[in-house]
């Protein structure tokens, strides 16, 4: 494993010297990479029992108060107290199919099964469906139509911003109307198949997003997952119609994963700058268009398992959640003020959509001048 990252630090070293679509800096490309490569070269190693512990309390405190929830009246203050709790721990726990994604699997399959068991399939985000995510950190990829993460906002309008927030309300109902009733179509017919697992099985905000770029290759174990999900959302709605599970519950439920959404697209809106037109960037550049949020213990609410040092997870994508804060606080001290390392650091998530506001304006009123001087 360690030969594999300093395989990986050596060539992002490299790339450093040949890309020529970083933004110019004082600070030059290869001297910030070997200073911080040398900052963080022991935090690469993931520590299995903080995963496992974090994970397992996590799921246990997200399912124990989604059902209190659930079981309670709507006018019960201990039943929107649990609620709260279970949107918090419940996006907590999902959020580990970041980091399984990111770590190799020879050396994950049992947490990553554990993780489909009690997370994946209850969730219906199996890990299969975050493969794309591996796009998002290509340079080839990253910010073009390929990549199915990013939407370039600084480019557009302020009103495709909200479009893009209503992803909340159609996407838990295309999820699962896209298991209980694509799934079992979808084996009807070998091209039908090969659509089905190009464009309707990642999770993305994007969605002109295909997986015809390098596709991923889906497994067996892939296929039990997915299979898994499709009988998840057969028995939820056999449970309804033979009313041993009332009719309420399905709204609370799409209740809680819209709560849980709108967080997630809160905290992807503050993650990026949003500033690339669709061209493949650099290395550098990737992480010069990513966010670091320091916030406080508010932040690691909404942006749990190290989410708030985005742009740090885009430079070294092979560091552990666990390990995220340690390399922050030491990039900070190697690196001067005005470092292309601080210019990443926001203080909170209001400065970053104030600054992806303030852009977006900016360009449409050149844009009008422009039309208006033609």
């Not at 993780?115 to 199996?126: H, K, Q, S, T």
């Not at 370039?152 to 992803?167: D, K, L, N, S």
């Not at 993305?204 to 290759?217: A, D, E, G, L, S």
């Not at 499709?230 to 399905?250: S, T």
Request: glycine share 4%; proline share 5%; with cysteine.
């Amino acid at each position: 494993m360690n030969t594999h990252r300093d395989k990986f630090l050596d060539s992002v070293v490299q790339s450093s010297k040949q890309s020529p679509n970083a933004a110019p800096s004082s600070q030059s490309q290869r001297d910030f990479y070997l200073q911080s490569k040398r900052a963080c070269a022991d935090l690469f190693e993931p520590q299995a029992s903080i995963f496992w512990i974090d994970f397992i309390i996590s799921v246990t405190v997200a399912y124990v108060a989604a059902s209190i929830y659930l079981a309670s009246n709507l006018t019960s203050l201990i039943g929107w107290g649990a609620f709260t709790i279970s949107v918090v721990t419940m996006y907590r726990a999902s959020m580990f199919i970041h980091e399984i994604v990111h770590l190799p699997k020879k050396e994950t399959t049992t947490f990553r099964r554990f993780w489909n068991f009690f997370a994946g399939v209850p969730m219906m985000v199996p890990t299969f469906t975050y493969q794309s995510h591996l796009h998002h950190h290509s340079s080839q990829h990253y910010g073009t139509e390929h990549d199915g993460e990013y939407l370039p906002f600084a480019q557009g309008r302020i009103w495709q911003v909200f479009i893009y927030m209503t992803q909340i309300v159609l996407q838990p109902m295309l999820v699962f109307l896209r298991y209980l009733i694509w799934t079992p179509i979808s084996f009807l017919h070998p091209k039908l198949r090969a659509w089905t697992l190009a464009n309707a099985s990642s999770l993305v905000i994007n969605f002109k997003y295909t997986n015809h770029k390098k596709p991923f290759q889906h497994t067996r174990e892939d296929t039990f997952w997915e299979l898994f999900t499709w009988f998840r959302a057969v028995v939820m709605l056999l449970l309804v119609l033979a009313g041993i599970m009332p009719m309420i519950r399905l709204p609370k439920i799409l209740l809680l994963a819209m709560t849980v959404l709108t967080i997630n697209h809160l905290r992807t809106l503050a993650a990026h700058r949003y500033r690339n037109g669709g061209k493949p960037i650099s290395h550098l550049a990737q992480f010069q268009d990513s966010t670091n949020i320091t916030g406080s213990w508010w932040t690691e609410l909404w942006c749990p398992l190290g989410l708030r040092y985005h742009a740090l997870h885009h430079l070294f994508p092979g560091i552990p959640y666990h390990n995220l804060g340690i390399a922050h606080r030491r990039l900070m001290a190697t690196h001067g003020e005005g470092s292309i390392y601080h210019q990443s650091v926001y203080p909170n998530f209001q400065s970053v959509v104030k600054e992806l506001f303030a852009e977006i304006a900016n360009n449409n009123s050149g844009k009008i001048k422009k039309n208006e001087s033609t």
